[in-house]
Structures are given as C-alpha cells and as structure tokens.
C-alpha cells in the first residue's frame, strides 16, 4: 500500500452542504454504524469498489481496530481499490497522503462504538453515511451520531440495510414504521433501501462485490443505484462515473 500517513498543507474544500463542491478534488465518505452487525463494513467495502469499478482512483482507510474491510481487500485478486489501516487520529494525515496520489475517493470504514474516533471521520469527510437496519435498537444507538453531524454542520445521509423485502410493492411494517422514526434524526434518506441478501456477505470471501459476481441481481442494482446517488451528491451530476470503468 503507497498511501503514507505524513501531513500536508494542501485540503479540499469543506462543504457547507450537498452541494457547492469544487470541480476535480477527492471525496472523503464516511460509513457510521454505531451497532454491530448492521453490514457498516460490508457496505464500505462495497462502495470502494463501485467506486473502483466506475474508474475512479479510491482507497479504503480502515479505521475500525477489527481490521475486517483490510481482510477482505487483502484477498481479492486483480485490481481493486487500495486500502491502509489506521485510526481516526490519524485520519487527517491519510487524507492528504491520498490526496498527493492522485485518488479520486476515499471510504472510511469507522469504528462502531467509540465516539470520539467516528467524530474525526465525520470532520475529515465530504459526507457520513449513518447506516442503520430497520430496528428499535439501531435507531435508537443512531441519534446520537446524527446529532453529532449536524452539530458539525456536516452532510449526512442515512442508508436503510438489512431490510426485509417489500411484496408486490408494499413495504413491511417494520420497514415503514423505521422511515418514519427516520424522520427524528433530520438527516436526508437513501430513497434507495438495501435488503437482506446474503449475497452481499458471501461475495466478500474473495475480496469482490455483489456488482462483480452478476450486474443484473437485485443486490448489484440496489448497490450501483446506492453509489451513483452517492457519486451525484459528492461529485456533482456533471462530474459523473469516470469514462472507461476499471477492469
């Protein structure tokens, strides 16, 4: 891994929101979860690649002392987006370090439970994703983290994960009733709502993504639909997916 952690005085602006981002420089996002086993790692790692995919130059900084997304990336053959570990601290140092190399993204993977290491990611980040399943506990664990970016005057965005599968178009009760509790926490929706799949998980064994296994499943569309949401917010509409994708 070329990314080292040395600071540098050049930065990319600092948005006061969605919008209003220079043309060219790199984005920083930030994926939250402050539950375990909401699919946080899963959907950074994930994101990487759909990055790495559109032929966007992208590097994962793995922040979360289990080391979990540098495993994955670690086993994929061929390439792929880089990766470097290290800690919200650090966080800022890693950023221009990647800067310098020319990337075009960088993901945190954040820690789940410590505040004040999610709290450097959200500062250093373009926007913080508040990942959260459609259940009491996670809502409730969220609050607080989303209270903490717009504290920070930072853009935010929560993604519904995990959630069970609409029938014939009708959402399930607990995914209607979590888009209402949503509503508490004053951060923009996904309007794109990723299910329980578990092909998302089993794809990671070698390092890959649901987008590389098939592109035409309902997870790979869910997932490329995620990223070029994400892609418009932090990129722009007329600064899209890089022409000639990566291999």
Request: hydrophobic residues 45%; proline residues 6%.
């Given at each position: 891994?070329?990314?080292?952690?040395?600071?540098?005085?050049?930065?990319?602006?600092?948005?006061?929101?969605?919008?209003?981002?220079?043309?060219?420089?790199?984005?920083?996002?930030?994926?939250?979860?402050?539950?375990?086993?909401?699919?946080?790692?899963?959907?950074?790692?994930?994101?990487?690649?759909?990055?790495?995919?559109?032929?966007?130059?992208?590097?994962?900084?793995?922040?979360?002392?289990?080391?979990?997304?540098?495993e994955v990336l670690r086993g994929r053959q061929g390439p792929g987006p880089e990766w470097v570990?290290?800690?919200?601290?650090?966080?800022?140092?890693?950023?221009?370090?990647?800067?310098?190399?020319?990337?075009?993204?960088?993901?945190?993977?954040?820690?789940?439970?410590?505040?004040?290491?999610?709290?450097?990611?959200?500062?250093?980040?373009?926007?913080?994703?508040?990942?959260?399943?459609?259940?009491?506990?996670?809502?409730?664990?969220?609050?607080?983290?989303?209270?903490?970016?717009?504290?920070?005057?930072?853009?935010?965005?929560?993604?519904?994960?995990?959630?069970?599968?609409?029938?014939?178009?009708?959402?399930?009760?607990?995914?209607?009733?979590?888009?209402?509790?949503?509503?508490?926490?004053?951060?923009p929706v996904a309007p794109m709502i990723l299910r329980a799949r578990a092909n998302y998980q089993?794809?990671?064994?070698?390092?890959?993504?649901?987008?590389?296994?098939?592109?035409?499943?309902?997870?790979?569309?869910?997932?490329?639909?995620?990223?070029?949401?994400?892609?418009?917010?932090?990129?722009?509409?007329?600064?899209?997916?890089?022409?000639?994708?990566?291999?």
């Amino acid at each position: 891994m070329n990314v080292t952690e040395s600071p540098q005085s050049r930065t990319t602006r600092e948005p006061s929101g969605m919008g209003g981002f220079e043309q060219h420089p790199m984005r920083t996002i930030a994926v939250i979860a402050r539950k375990g086993g909401s699919g946080k790692t899963t959907l950074a790692v994930h994101l990487a690649i759909a990055a790495h995919l559109r032929g966007r130059k992208t590097i994962l900084a793995d922040s979360d002392a289990q080391r979990s997304a540098s495993e994955v990336l670690r086993g994929r053959q061929g390439p792929g987006p880089e990766w470097v570990e290290t800690s919200g601290q650090k966080l800022f140092a890693v950023q221009m370090a990647a800067v310098r190399s020319g990337a075009d993204a960088m993901i945190i993977d954040t820690p789940a439970v410590l505040e004040e290491e999610v709290s450097h990611s959200i500062v250093v980040s373009d926007l913080s994703l508040l990942v959260i399943r459609p259940t009491f506990l996670d809502i409730a664990a969220a609050l607080r983290t989303a209270e903490i970016i717009r504290r920070l005057r930072k853009p935010g965005l929560i993604v519904l994960n995990q959630a069970p599968p609409a029938r014939e178009g009708v959402e399930p009760p607990a995914v209607k009733r979590a888009l209402e509790a949503l509503m508490l926490m004053r951060l923009p929706v996904a309007p794109m709502i990723l299910r329980a799949r578990a092909n998302y998980q089993s794809v990671l064994e070698a390092g890959r993504s649901v987008e590389e296994l098939d592109p035409t499943n309902p997870a790979a569309r869910e997932m490329g639909a995620l990223w070029d949401f994400i892609e418009r917010l932090v990129y722009g509409a007329a600064n899209g997916a890089r022409k000639g994708a990566a291999s």
